[in-house]
């Protein structure tokens, strides 16, 4: 490939996977099981991103091993109804398109792991979205290292990546113990642990200890999104939780230890001043199934004043509507969006500047990347801001 032989596409993808290997030391590369690609919304890839995908394509470039893509900029099929220009939309489906084109599959989600993508213990894989990796490594005992969006393509093209970082054994052992001494009583107290502790250990491997861990299938994707966003965290363990942590002692010796007995630092940083709510976003990372039936069970009999958008991917939506979770939040005023998230949208032009979100990956990126102000807390806590138009909180902080 690297000679050419497989043409120029190909190419590309190898002289992109050997430079990397070269610049991390990598010993050899190592052939990846699945690809997740992340810079999908035409909001970040603009105009040079497109010809980039475009004129790769037409090199005849094609994924050799199945890849996904994350959220797009807006949702597939609803987005006239939902206030997107058309323009945005037509320069989004001309992403789509090309990414098509190299044999990506445009489910637009960063939960591929909900929706039939699920990786299996020990492979190797190259996927680029950091709530995504994060999920992969930990939960599931997957290897990724966290891919930019062309080099996770890359490796989608050439089969490969290089092994280096979270591939290799001795560097998945984790370097920071964290006993977490507080009660975690909904996904917001995850997002704010991750966040705080997130921002103390960076890169580094957290191996945690919950009095009581928590077993809701999206409080996990909380903590690992709400990581990857304050730090780098790409991965991380539960005592008697992650299959890693089950398997065998992953506590590298020296390990550092912190104690976590407080989560007030993570929702003060995460809670913005704002009352008036104009937008609640749930489904950061995409909502589960479960997640989607828990909105509609809270809203039941009631109307919401507020947007309220619970985005996931296309198939979590279609399982929901065939189950009328769909027609239920609907009722209450509600919208279950498809494809994208309120990050990668331009959701400032659809005229909203207030957010309530129990995501803290969401709360901590919205600012900068949406220009909204933010308010943090339960998914409880947020749908009665949509209930009541503003954010009826007292105090900031827990339920
Ligand atoms: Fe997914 Fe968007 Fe959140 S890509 S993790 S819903 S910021």
Redesign the pocket.
Same mark, same amino acid.
């Given at each position: 490939m690297l000679a050419g032989q497989a043409g120029p596409g190909a190419q590309k993808a190898m002289e992109i996977v050997v430079a990397l290997g070269q610049i991390y030391g990598a010993r050899d590369l190592t052939p990846v099981s699945s690809v997740q690609v992340a810079g999908v919304s035409y909001k970040n890839l603009g105009g040079a991103g497109l010809e980039f995908l475009e004129e790769w394509a037409v090199q005849g470039a094609r994924a050799r091993v199945p890849a996904t893509l994350? !959220?797009a900029g807006l949702d597939l099929e609803s987005w006239r109804e939902l206030g997107f220009s058309e323009a945005f939309a037509r320069s989004q489906q001309r992403v789509i398109a090309a990414y098509e084109a190299l044999g990506v599959a445009p489910i637009c989600t960063?939960t591929p792991y909900l929706v039939g993508y699920v990786p299996k213990f020990g492979q190797h894989l190259a996927w680029a979205?950091s *709530?995504a990796v994060s999920y992969a490594n930990s939960l599931l005992g997957a290897r990724t290292n966290r891919e930019g969006g062309p080099s996770a393509l890359a490796a989608a093209i050439s089969g490969r990546t290089a092994r280096y970082g979270l591939h290799l054994d001795e560097n998945r052992l984790a370097t920071a113990r964290v006993d977490v001494q507080v009660d975690i009583k909904s996904e917001a107290d995850l997002g704010a642990l991750g966040y705080q502790v997130g921002r103390l250990v960076k890169n580094r491997v957290p191996y945690f200890r919950f009095r009581q861990p928590p077993s809701r299938d999206w409080e996990w994707k909380a903590l690992g999104?709400a990581m990857a966003a304050s730090g780098a965290v790409a991965l991380f363990h539960v005592e008697g939780v992650t299959p890693e942590a089950q398997e065998g002692d992953m506590l590298a010796a020296g390990a550092s230890a912190l104690l976590v007995d407080s989560l007030q630092e993570g929702y003060r940083a995460l809670n913005g001043p704002v009352k008036q709510i104009d937008l609640v976003s749930l489904?950061? !990372?995409?909502a589960s199934l479960n997640e989607v039936q828990a909105v509609a069970d809270y809203l039941e009999g009631k109307r919401a004043r507020s947007a309220l958008w619970i985005?996931t991917a296309r198939a979590t939506r279609q399982a929901a509507q065939a189950a009328g979770l769909v027609a239920r939040i609907e009722a209450a005023g509600g919208r279950v969006v498809a494809d994208t998230?309120l =990050? =990668?949208a331009p959701v400032h032009e659809l005229g909203f500047r207030t957010m309530a979100t129990n *995501?803290a990956?969401?709360a901590a990126?919205a600012p900068a990347h949406s220009g909204l102000t933010v308010r943090f807390g339960s998914m409880s806590q947020c749908l009665d801001a949509a209930l009541a138009g503003r954010w009826t909180v007292r105090t900031e902080g827990r339920d």
């Open positions: 994350n !959220p960063c979205e *709530s999104a489904g950061c !990372p995409h985005t998230c =990050v =990668v *995501s990956k969401m990126y």
